[in-house]
């Protein structure tokens, strides 16, 4: 299984941002495809997650300015990132989770991609 993460880049505060990640292979059919993020000297924290039956899960600090979406027939999640600011200037991973089959719970990471918010 692959992750291929893609549209981090520099923004100035208050701009936008949408990433978009892919995934290829082989896993099950129900999974979640999560968003994590990790700031210099920092530890990588949740971002947002959404299941390939709907459900999303925010991290509650970004709720509102963070939207997070998928498109099952393209194996495709995005994170849409609104009114963002230097804080969220970090390296952004694509994680997804199968959730049934024998690789119950499994996880797949993609090598991320870099937003920079400048203020």
């Known amino acids: 299984v692959q992750l291929q993460a893609s549209g981090g880049g520099l923004v100035q505060a208050g701009g936008s941002l949408r990433l978009s990640c892919v995934a290829s292979?082989?896993?099950?059919?129900?999974?979640?495809m999560m968003w994590y993020r990790q700031a210099p000297g920092k530890q990588r924290v949740l971002v947002a997650g959404?299941?390939?039956?709907?459900?999303?899960d925010y991290n509650d600090s970004l709720k509102g300015r963070f939207t997070v979406s998928r498109d099952n027939a393209k194996n495709t999640a995005y994170l849409q990132m609104n009114s963002l600011k230097p804080e969220d200037t970090a390296v952004y991973y694509c994680d997804l989770v199968e959730l049934g089959g024998r690789n119950y719970g499994l996880e797949h990471w993609g090598k991320g991609t870099l937003v920079t918010v400048s203020s």
């Open positions: 292979g082989n896993f099950f059919k129900e999974n979640a």
């Open positions: 959404m299941t390939s039956e709907g459900s999303v």
